[in-house]
């Protein structure tokens, strides 16, 4: 008798999709032809319950594209995106909430004091409020490491669907625990930290994308997903400060006036939403026919378990910068910003050595991918694209409470009454008539400040929309010579912006000439366009610069280093903030971008370069 040979279901890449039966023999194995093929995945069609695993796929195949994959890979996309810009908008949400918690504060001292932080006041208490984005944007960066394979692990549509469940954890958190204006920072932290999950769902996303549509359209596909999913960001920013700014009744510590502010929304705006999209990608999503297990239910106790490892490492990082935030290194700003990179190198190595405890036949399929880290071209696209995305998700995190940062606050001499007031001098006050303490050079809130909240947004909307134009240049230009393009651009805009806030940063009054104003919201906005810009461009590089069961795994580890940007890059600012030199942080970024242009150059656009037309 033959011997029988259990067989899965056949890995399946771009032009070579290939379905055989469960069981063969030696001498025995039948090719199901085209049409059959097609006739099979077409039980995947539709918007009606459609089957969620696939029989085959290979969007390559121009017949079996034409006649139902294109229709599939569509569905898949409009569900993913939903879903994506829920992450965006959950992970970047704490860089609005943190600036209303600051306006509260400012206004009465009493409201989100934050005494379990020892009460930080003035500077102190700003460069604190850095730490809730940052602290997202860490545990972010670190779940996209291990969601930089889940796809193959747990099937696409397991892996989004669940995804946008776990969102709606923190956002509850965030709603109850801002209600009270005593509530404790470390359990902001912990609502900030599981929000990461958000940040993570990019390198699924984007991964699982890639994988529904032929190489000719990969820039087109992955800048829709990726820009409209990225518009969350905005979301936040601009519908979120609306929000907080309605509500019942106004906040109230005894003996004091009351407070307008309602943070808590935030949290209530997001919610929803994500239970919304949780059911779309559910219903309406598919599996890759080599992705998963045999079952959904084994598939997604992959998925939580190593997605709760991906939230241990986080808390180990977040756990040894609180344990840590008294030691002698931080005296210095050099050795805070240290501080923070060696937070992000422990954090990233916990979750490698905790991907190597997963299921056994998890782990297994995270090995097969794990053949990228033999690739030279994956760590330069990694430092190609910690420029773009981690450039682009730094700002977003840190442009809102920037504005306030440096334009809403005066520099004065004057007198902290006992009541909490400051009177400056040119008030008429002198050491001799303050009843309370006399500052000098002491920062109190400008009456006159511009009303961040009506800009704010429109950095990461921009940033956003053009990530497609981004894609779909790269598809007719090529990646690499697109991307350098814009580094030009990003480089000066950059540079412009540091010379702008050094200037801005000396002045007792920085509204006291409007365009300087008008002209920090533009060059922010130039660095968002080109940063977004190039975020098409790279996916675009990367999808054909490796071979397709490659170039999922590139795309989300290389995300997943980049998205520590919203980590490193709002606590340098809060760092050079309180060192009262705020511009450092845009001169060693627009270095950096400088080395980023000849990187590129070098491998990709040179003559004689390694790797032309990507």
Not at 39 to 66: N, T
Not at 127 to 150: D, E, Q
Not at 549 to 563: D, K, M, Q
């Amino acid at each position: 008798m033959a011997d029988v040979e259990e067989h899965p279901t056949p890995i399946i890449g771009r032009g070579e999709s290939v379905i055989t039966k469960k069981t063969t023999t030696e001498d025995e194995e039948t090719a199901v032809d085209s049409d059959d093929e097609i006739a099979l995945i077409k039980e995947s069609q539709g918007w009606k319950f459609p089957k969620v695993k696939l029989h085959a796929w290979d969007p390559e195949d121009e017949k079996q594209w034409e006649a139902t994959g294109k229709f599939i890979a569509r569905r898949n996309l409009l569900a993913s995106i939903p879903n994506l810009t829920c992450g965006f908008g959950v992970w970047l949400v704490w860089s609005v909430i943190v600036t209303r918690i600051q306006k509260m504060h400012d206004q009465d001292v009493n409201v989100y004091p934050f005494q379990d932080w020892g009460s930080p006041q003035g500077k102190a208490y700003r460069s604190t409020l850095f730490l809730l984005p940052a602290v997202a944007g860490l545990s972010g960066g670190t779940l996209r490491i291990p969601n930089s394979f889940l796809t193959q692990v747990a099937g696409g549509r397991n892996v989004v669907f669940s995804t946008s469940i776990l969102l709606c954890i923190p956002m509850v958190m965030a709603g109850i625990a801002l209600s009270d204006p005593n509530c404790p920072f470390n359990l902001l932290i912990a609502a900030a930290l599981l929000s990461g999950v958000g940040g993570g769902a990019f390198a699924s996303s984007m991964s699982n994308i890639s994988f529904y549509y032929p190489k000719r359209l990969q820039g087109m596909a992955l800048g829709y997903n990726g820009g409209i999913g990225n518009l969350g960001v905005s979301i936040s920013q601009l519908l979120a400060p609306l929000l907080m700014s309605v509500g019942g009744t106004s906040i109230m510590i005894e003996g004091d006036s009351p407070v307008s502010g309602w943070p808590a929304n935030a949290g209530w705006l997001w919610f929803p939403l994500c239970a919304a999209s949780a059911i779309l990608a559910f219903f309406f999503m598919s599996n890759q026919p080599n992705h998963g297990e045999k079952t959904n239910l084994v598939s997604l106790i992959n998925f939580y378990w190593m997605e709760c490892f991906g939230f241990l490492a986080s808390f180990i990082g977040v756990i040894t910068l609180i344990q840590t935030r008294d030691s002698a290194m931080l005296n210095t700003p050099a050795g805070q910003v240290i501080h923070k990179f060696l937070l992000v190198l422990l954090a990233c190595a916990c979750e490698h050595v905790f991907m190597m405890l997963s299921p056994k036949k998890a782990r297994d399929r995270v090995k097969k991918q794990v053949v990228i880290f033999k690739r030279k071209h994956t760590y330069i696209m990694t430092w190609l694209y910690i420029m773009c995305f981690g450039s682009f998700i730094g700002y977003s995190g840190s442009f809102p409470k920037l504005i306030v940062d440096l334009f809403g606050y005066l520099t004065a001499d004057g007198c902290l009454q006992t009541a909490g007031d400051f009177v400056p001098a040119s008030n008429g006050m002198t050491s001799d008539t303050c009843d309370g303490e006399w500052k000098v050079g002491y920062d109190y809130p400008n009456p006159n400040a511009p009303n961040g909240s009506a800009v704010a947004w429109i950095g990461a909307a921009v940033g956003s929309l053009i990530r497609p134009v981004g894609g779909i240049m790269a598809d007719k230009y090529g990646g690499a010579k697109m991307t350098n393009l814009a580094i030009i651009w990003c480089t000066l805009a950059a540079f412009g912006q540091g010379a702008l806030v050094q200037t801005v940063s000396q002045m007792e009054d920085p509204t006291s000439n409007k365009a300087y104003y008008g002209l920090f919201i533009f060059l922010f906005i130039n660095l968002f366009a080109c940063c977004g810009f190039m975020n098409g461009t790279t996916f675009r590089t990367i999808g054909v610069l490796f071979p397709p069961e490659e170039a999922g795994p590139v795309l989300g580890w290389s995300s997943a280093i980049a998205s520590y940007g919203a980590f490193v890059i709002p606590v340098m600012f809060g760092i050079a903030l309180q060192a009262g030199n705020p511009q450092l942080t845009f001169y060693c970024l627009g270095g950096y971008y400088v080395t980023c242009f000849f990187v590129n150059f070098w491998y990709y656009i040179r003559p004689g370069c390694e790797k032309p037309g990507v």
